[in-house]
């Protein structure tokens, strides 16, 4: 004789119970958390123009410059110069835009120090609009209050360097390419 086991009462409706639980958590969940995420990336609907380009500039500094000048500017002691209050940064435009598209190996002065790491040359990478943002984000964060950089300004400077491509010889070659300005 063959004994057949007989199920437990309501043992085969539970394998149904938890696949529907698993349903039902699955689809209130997943678009909530769809939802959750969406918000974090959003960005303000309207957005004046000030503020998207110092969004953009903010995400230029962010890809490129904080590695050295550190998230609030106020870069490496002994090191990398801090951002704030900079003569190089805060002078006259054209330095400063200089400085970006070539990059400087040599000695700088900074605030009383001497500064001898290389800056790389982002010009090779960045278009003039994004050093334009970058400048304008620098030059008006952390206490800073320069002008403005534009792209117009940007590529003026660069059309000037024509060929060159080598980095800035420190603070002293960059003081006499003050004597060339191109932007008034």
């Not at 086991?5 to 639980?21: D, F, I, N």
């Not at 940007?154 to 360097?161: G, P």
Request: hydrophobic share 40%; with cysteine.
């Amino acid at each position: 004789m063959t004994e057949h086991a007989e199920p437990q009462k309501g043992a085969s409706h539970m394998p149904a119970v938890l696949t529907a639980l698993i349903a039902i958590v699955f689809l209130t969940a997943v678009p909530f958390l769809v939802l959750r995420a969406g918000d974090r990336r959003a960005e303000p609907a309207v957005m004046d123009a000030d503020t998207r380009e110092r969004t953009e500039g903010e995400k230029v500094y962010q890809r490129n410059c904080v590695g050295c000048h550190e998230p609030r500017g106020q870069g490496r002691p002994g090191q990398y110069p801090s951002l704030i209050g900079a003569p190089w940064l805060l002078g006259d435009k054209e330095t400063a835009i200089r400085i970006v598209l070539l990059g400087v190996v040599g000695p700088m002065e900074c605030e009383g120090r001497t500064y001898n790491n290389a800056m790389p040359n982002f010009g090779v990478n960045l278009s003039d609009l994004d050093i334009a943002r970058v400048l304008t984000f620098t030059r008006g964060h952390w206490g800073n209050q320069a002008d403005a950089v534009n792209e117009a300004e940007v590529a003026k400077v660069r059309a000037s360097l024509g060929a060159r491509t080598q980095p800035w010889g420190g603070g002293g070659e960059l003081d006499a390419a003050r004597k060339s300005a191109v932007l008034p």
